[in-house]
């Protein structure tokens, strides 16, 4: 990790919230393999390939939301905005890529 970065910690309930759904979704993907090890049929592999992949999403907009309202709303109220606006910039096109 990068320590020149702006980190604003997240609250005790918010980290457990998202280790949660990550938890979940770990399940999700070991039920998609016990699929591919049963030769089940493709299409209802696919659905949950598709599942898995929108509650990653979700967890991914949650933590960059509370990157937005936090870390950059702290780096920026510092003077630092200018850097931390072209670093979200850059982590929404990353993210955004399929």
């Known amino acids: 990790m990068d320590m020149d970065k702006p980190i604003v910690p997240r609250e005790a309930e918010e980290t457990k919230q ?3 759904r990550l938890k979940r979704v770990e399940g999700q993907i070991r039920g ?11 299409t209802d592999i696919l659905v949950q390939i598709s599942a898995a992949n929108s509650a990653l999403k979700k967890v991914g907009l949650e933590v960059l939301e509370h990157h937005t309202k936090h ?3 702290d ?11 072209d670093d979200l ?7 955004s890529k399929t």
């Open 71 to 73: 870390c950059v709303m």
């Open 18 to 20: 998202i280790l949660n």
């Open 32 to 42: 998609i393999q016990q699929m591919v090890q049963d030769d089940r049929y493709c």
């Open 75 to 85: 780096a920026a109220s510092k003077g630092d905005g200018d850097a931390v606006i």
């Open 89 to 95: 910039v850059q982590t929404i096109r990353q993210f």
